[in-house]
């Protein structure tokens, strides 16, 4: 009964170290089909960019961490979102072989078909990362652009949107789809 006994705890002992060796598969949030679209071809299991993948993310601490200079190109939200502190976009980031950042507010279907539209409420959102994209939904605060290439695509601002140079003014990409409800200015 001992030798049993013996042979049953050292067969359980060997099978702990095995097990705590073997390698850990990593757990991977699956990113929602209207988002997949964003995500490039070159994003494989074996060699994903950290510069070019997406941030899907329903919180606000977690949109700060995704616009931050440790952050990821693109990030969207699944919902509205509160922050009682400014939002600061910065870093540069590469995107199909250029430089671009992207905050989306909204979900879209396989076809790109908007399907929600989202609310981002902060004091303000300060864009120092070149082409900057804010698309979709409404931000409410002020934006300051204090970086070349900034583009409001679909978007609203509801507050006022401040360039810290005439520069940053000039370079920005007019779309006609967005729309600023306050004044538009270099400030």
Known sequence: MKK?????????MATSVFAGCAKETPVVEEVPEEVAEEVTEEETEEEVDAVSTASIVTEGDALVAALSADGFWLAATLNDI??????VVEGEFIHREEIARKLGLYTQDADRNVLERFTLTAPSLIVRSENFRLQGGTFVGDVYVEADGFHLVDNTI?????????????SSVEDETGTVTGVIEVK
């Open 4 to 12: 049993i006994f013996g042979l049953i705890l050292v067969l359980v």
């Open 82 to 87: 509160v922050l009682e502190e400014d939002l």
């Open 158 to 170: 509801e507050g006022n949107l401040y360039f810290a140079s005439q520069e940053y003014m000039d």
